[in-house]
């Protein structure tokens, strides 16, 4: 096996620049996949998730406690997947994200409704993706009643008639105003890359299977690896501007604020570029033509929009459309972006989904490299 | 003599369409040798297997001294190829283009190699054009510098000269001839006869066979044809006549003449006898490359398609 060349290698980047540089796209609309994606996700997005995970921390042992728990249940917008014994573990679960809501009920609770002290549920809510908590949010009001109109009966049925026997505390938490923004702009990075990265390069690659130019390409002595190298790098490069560009504009112009997940970010976003350049190489090597290439890319697009908690919220979509959901690199990329602005997540917290991004890498480059044809057959 | 190519048994289907079977081919070193034969016979399959553009399902041999196809990368680096269709990039330069080949082959001194190819070519005052916007001939030219940049022992052209004015081709044909002059080993396919008989050796190949091999005079000799030809007013006209008669196996019109073959002489000449009156005037002639082509096709095609 010959050797590497550096110097061939930078033969096809120089090339690709040039032609980056004076290549004007022309987009073609297609009438099949808009049908197939509405059809799609007209079933798949919920704008008012319900069974959004919890959880609670009882300190109290008392029967109101458990009707509070009980009609949070009916409700149908908490699901409690979690019973916590300390309010760090709470802290912990709504930092990795395990859970959108964290309900504390304090332990003197149900004395304290009895002597109509009006005490005070404390609820927390991950508001970096305020579409996901605001109708959960909004339930959570007309709770107590709900809740407490069995109970006080009797001797405690003075209690009732108030207004409120007690108070709901709500705390959005990583993003207290509620800006929408903070959660779309920072998720723009992970789709505006999506789009760049995955359509530019598998139609770049069947450009030169449909101009005849590839047949050029092998007939040289260019090794697989070096197309491939040569080829990416560009737009690697584009990535990393595009990146930088959204990230200063999301600073300055949105002003969102930048928790301290650098480390997190910068790893996930080298995980996601390279993912997503081997999955447009990988496009390429399937697609005949840039016709087709750009229908792939756009197929996966739609979803990689809709489907990843990008504009709706991943936890309203039912199961099935969060497992197509899970199978995207921009769900991970998105959580990641988000967590380290928004939460200033490190390297720990981010884990799961920067192993979902590498293995989407390793995958997809593996599948990118076997399918690569070296001859025309 | 050295051979350049000498390969055996080079076949290749593509699902189950048979595009070469089982074709041999000797080539000796600085010959130019002629591909022909109609479209869809396999002549750019036969060209892209030895140039390691596809893996031949059968077939083995040596090529420039080295096997194929085992050693088809080492192979690909010594072989020049041009493509039929105009396969440098369109939206590079010139000189872009021609930059792009010889870093590709890691020429030893890339601008020295660019701006001599250019020179040689006359486009050094048009080097910052785009390749997309050159004429036909003008492609054509940049396509050959291209392939021959990197000096190849092996050059395949395939139908190099399609859709090229004859003044082109003319020049076209004297660099070839120079080239193999220098020693490099040509093979190339076309459609024009007068480009067959501009070779050393011409191979025609029909439906993925290997039919006929030889100098242009040992292939019209071996065919074994014999042709007369009849001169007078509106002579042509006699050809769907004269065709119809047992021993005529092909009467064509060429202008006002007619040239009548077939490959039994006294058949051919009973046939024609009562022909030879005023106000025609015949005289046998050697058949063209073109009769003795057209017969071997007549000859080797498949009987369904003799029926039609």
């Known amino acids: ?242 990146a930088a560009l959204i990230i200063s504009m999301a600073r300055i112009l949105f002003g969102v604020p930048m928790a301290g997940g650098w480390a997190a970010l910068i790893l996930g976003l080298f995980l996601f570029i390279v993912g997503s350049l081997a999955l447009g190489f990988l496009v390429s090597t399937v697609a005949r033509n840039q016709l087709q290439a750009m229908q792939m890319s756009f197929f996966y697009f739609l979803p990689s929009i809709l489907l990843s908690g990008f504009l709706f919220p991943f936890r309203g979509m039912p199961e099935w459309a969060q497992w197509l959901g899970t199978i995207l690199p921009v769900t991970h990329m998105l959580r990641v972006v988000r967590g380290a602005m928004l939460k200033g997540v490190g390297l720990a917290e981010a884990a799961p989904s920067l192993g979902a991004l590498a293995l989407f890498v390793v995958i997809v480059a593996g599948l990118a490299v076997k399918q690569y044809r070296t001859t025309l057959d | 003599m050295t051979l350049a190519i000498d390969v055996e048994g080079l076949s290749k289907s593509f699902g189950t369409f048979k595009a070469v079977d089982n074709i041999s081919l000797q080539i000796e070193q600085g010959h130019i040798t002629g591909f022909l034969g109609p479209n869809g016979s396999g002549k750019t399959t036969s060209l892209r297997m030895l140039c390691g553009l596809l893996t031949p399902d059968t077939g083995h041999g040596q090529v420039l001294g080295l096997e194929f196809p085992r050693e088809a990368e080492a192979i690909k680096r010594q072989t020049g190829y041009m493509t039929q269709r105009f396969s440098l990039y369109e939206d590079l330069t010139i000189e872009e283009n021609l930059t792009f080949i010889a870093r590709v082959y890691r020429l030893a001194h890339v ?152 490959t039994d002489r006294a058949a051919l000449e009973a046939a024609i006898q009562s022909y030879r009156r005023e106000p025609y005037r015949w005289t046998e002639v050697q058949p063209t490359l073109e009769d003795v082509f057209i017969n071997l096709m007549r000859v080797h095609a498949p009987a369904e398609v003799k029926a039609a």
């Not at chain 1, 917008?77 to 573990?89: D, L, M, N, Q, T």
């Not at chain 1, 260019?222 to 190298?229: A, G, Y």
């Not at chain 2, 291209?146 to 092996?154: I, Y």
């Open chain 1, 1 to 242: 096996m010959m050797g590497l060349s550096l110097s061939r290698m930078m033969a096809v980047l120089t090339k690709e620049f040039t032609q980056l540089v004076r290549d004007r796209l022309t987009y073609a609309m297609i009438i099949g996949i808009p049908i197939v994606q509405l059809l799609l996700f007209g079933y798949a997005i919920n704008t008012d998730p319900k069974h959004l995970p919890t959880a609670v921390l009882v300190q109290d042992q008392g029967q109101f406690s458990r009707s509070i728990l009980g009609s949070l249940q009916n409700s149908e917008y908490f699901r409690i997947v979690h019973v916590a014994r300390s309010p760090a573990e709470m802290d912990k679960l709504i930092e990795r994200g395990a859970v959108q809501f964290a309900i504390t009920i304090p332990g003197d609770f149900t004395r304290r409704v009895v002597r109509r002290d009006k005490p005070q549920i404390l609820v927390e809510a991950d508001a970096s993706d305020p579409a996901a908590t605001g109708s959960a949010v909004a339930a959570l009001s007309s709770l107590p009643i709900e809740g407490l109109k069995h109970d006080l009966k009797g001797p405690l049925a003075s209690a009732a008639p108030g207004p409120q026997p007690f108070e709901v505390v709500i705390q959005r938490r990583y993003n207290p105003e509620n800006i929408t923004s903070y959660n779309i702009v920072p998720g723009l990075v992970a789709t505006i890359l999506t789009m760049t990265l995955v359509m530019m390069t598998s139609l770049a690659m069947t450009r030169e299977t449909e101009r005849g130019t590839m047949e050029t390409l092998l007939s040289t002595p260019l090794r697989p690896i070096e197309v491939m190298v040569g080829k990416l790098t560009p737009f690697v490069v584009v990535g990393i501007i595009q």
């Open chain 2, 111 to 262: 601008q020295d190699s660019v701006d001599q190819t250019l020179e040689r070519l006359g486009l050094t005052k048009r080097r910052k054009q785009l390749a997309g916007q050159l004429s036909g001939g003008w492609k054509q030219r940049l396509a050959l510098a291209a392939a021959v940049m990197h000096d190849p022992k092996l050059l395949l052209l395939d139908e190099p000269t399609a859709g090229v004015d004859p003044q082109a081709r003319r020049d076209f044909w004297d660099r070839i001839h120079g080239l193999a002059d220098e020693g490099m080993t040509v093979l190339v396919s076309t459609h024009y006869m007068d480009e067959a008989e501009r070779c050393h050796e011409i191979a025609y190949i029909f439906n993925g066979h290997l039919i006929a091999r030889g100098t242009a005079d040992q292939v019209i000799a071996e065919s074994r044809l014999v042709t007369f030809e009849a001169e007078g007013p509106r002579a042509d006209r006699l050809a769907r006549e004269l065709a119809a008669r047992p021993g005529v196996e092909m009467a064509a019109p060429f202008g006002e003449a007619l040239h009548v073959s077939g």
